[in-house]
């Protein structure tokens, strides 16, 4: 059976994997912000339809990171609030 220091541990360390996924969640929606900002100059005064829907697609995908990074920082909030309740 683990010891509440094992635990704290672990929860310390789930918490650190957390927060690198954040980072580079960030670092993922940067490098998509760009590839937004290619496109979209690339079809300027245009309307080209399958850029016009990758750019769309794009968007989406950064909507859905920034989901996922809140939903990362919720569990980042529960594991530190378990913590410092043992």
């Given at each position: 059976?683990?010891?509440?220091g094992d635990?704290?541990?672990?929860?310390?360390?789930?918490?650190?994997e957390?927060?690198?996924?954040?980072?580079q969640?960030?670092?993922?929606?940067a490098?998509?912000?760009?590839?937004i900002?290619?496109?979209?100059a690339?079809?300027?005064?245009?309307r080209?339809?399958?850029?016009?829907g990758?750019?769309?697609?794009?968007?989406?995908a950064?909507?859905?990171?920034?989901?996922?990074?809140g939903?990362?920082?919720a569990?980042?909030?529960?594991?530190?609030?378990?913590?410092?309740?043992?």
């Amino acid at each position: 059976m683990a010891t509440i220091g094992d635990i704290k541990a672990g929860l310390v360390h789930g918490k650190s994997e957390a927060d690198k996924a954040l980072t580079q969640l960030a670092g993922v929606t940067a490098q998509v912000d760009m590839a937004i900002a290619v496109l979209q100059a690339l079809v300027a005064g245009t309307r080209q339809p399958a850029v016009m829907g990758a750019i769309g697609k794009l968007t989406a995908a950064k909507q859905n990171f920034t989901e996922g990074a809140g939903l990362i920082q919720a569990a980042i909030a529960q594991t530190e609030k378990y913590n410092a309740a043992l």
